[in-house]
């Protein structure tokens, strides 16, 4: 039998140790403190089975070369064509599907307004001007709202939930997550992030990994475009303020 | 390779700590009362374990089904141990 994961051998181990040494405790011994330690490293060993199988499949490192190869492929994408306008981070209601990022193939001082539905496709016209085309992309915060039991409500509470919940229980890039809202815009802050920034041209465009997952999460719940207006990273925790479109 | 890779996730080993620090001073302070009833004990670590992970509403669906399915069984035990009780008295 393969043990996939530190979490299953852990497990093995102490349901191991608890039946060899309970019975030994109990009959030999005759302890009963004795005793309800050795049951207590069996319900320890069948909790860490059962974490044991809730753990991704995918190694860490494997995961880490996805994410990197395509955070790649999408930096010399947006370098190739120059873009250099902030991504407008569009709930799901605005792509047919799940959300998404638009990067406006031009910069432009006043932010275009999006109140119907994108065509699924790459590069997209999303005003009635000749210069309102830009690139719809998919962003590691695209496939998080699947993490998630049900659409995240619109109330900080509700948004701090959920976020949490993604970013500390199923993803484990963070230790929390706090809301604060404001007038016209959100500021996160979260606490101790595991990803690193690196300073790069398409992190200025869409933000880092953390941001777009932020941001495409607060973009559904509050059912808005939005983009990433400020990223800060200091040691221990990232904030970053999301400007409402 | 820029992230760092690391072992187990951080969210779980913060419950696995706390759910054995929990069982590890609950047996402490009982033994230290002299308390010689393996039920309570039991009863007490049941009670523990459900409570932790009621307050750990953050883990992913799998890990809580996972949990809860040993809340389950820990939960069937403690009946079984009441049943007995009521058996005893009974006759």
């Not at chain 2, 393996?38 to 007490?44: A, E, H, I, M």
Request: hydrophobic share 45%; net charge neutral; with cysteine.
């Amino acid at each position: 039998m393969r043990i996939r994961n530190v979490y299953t051998s852990l497990g093995l181990g102490l349901v191991g140790a608890g039946l060899g040494l309970t019975p030994i405790f109990y009959l030999l011994l005759r302890s009963v403190p004795l005793t309800a330690l050795g049951i207590s490293m069996l319900i320890l060993g069948a909790v860490c089975f059962a974490l044991g199988r809730a753990c991704p499949r995918i190694p860490p490192e494997a995961s880490a070369l996805l994410l990197e190869t395509g955070l790649e492929n999408m930096a010399a994408l947006v370098e190739e064509l120059g873009l250099r306008s902030k991504a407008i981070y569009l709930p799901s209601v605005l792509t047919n599907g799940r959300p998404q990022a638009l990067i406006p193939l031009h910069s432009n001082p006043s932010l275009p307004e999006i109140n119907k539905a994108l065509p699924q496709r790459l590069i997209v016209k999303y005003g009635p001007n000749p210069e309102d085309i830009g690139l719809l992309v998919t962003t590691p915060g695209s496939a998080t709202l699947g993490m998630l039991e049900a659409k995240p409500g619109a109330t900080s509470s509700e948004l701090e939930a959920a976020l949490t919940s993604v970013l500390a229980g199923v993803l484990d890039l963070a230790d929390g997550v706090s809301i604060n809202r404001s007038e016209g815009g959100v500021g996160i802050v979260v606490s101790h992030p595991r990803l690193e920034y690196k300073n790069m041209q398409l992190y200025q465009n869409l933000g880092s990994p953390l941001a777009s997952i932020v941001a495409s999460i607060t973009a559904e719940a509050l059912n808005q475009p939005l983009i990433v207006e400020r990223e800060e990273h200091k040691q221990g925790e990232c904030r970053i303020e999301l400007r409402l479109v | 390779m820029p992230h760092r890779v690391k072992i187990g996730m951080k969210v779980y080993n913060r419950y696995i700590l706390w759910l054995a620090g929990l069982f590890a001073l609950t047996t402490v302070i009982l033994a230290a009362y002299g308390q010689s009833q393996l039920d309570v004990y039991f009863s007490l670590y049941l009670i523990e374990s459900l409570a932790l992970t009621l307050l750990y509403v953050h883990l992913n669906p799998r890990a809580r089904r996972g949990l809860n399915l040993v809340g389950y069984v820990l939960f069937a035990g403690f009946m079984g141990i009441v049943i007995m009780k009521v058996m005893e008295i009974l006759f």
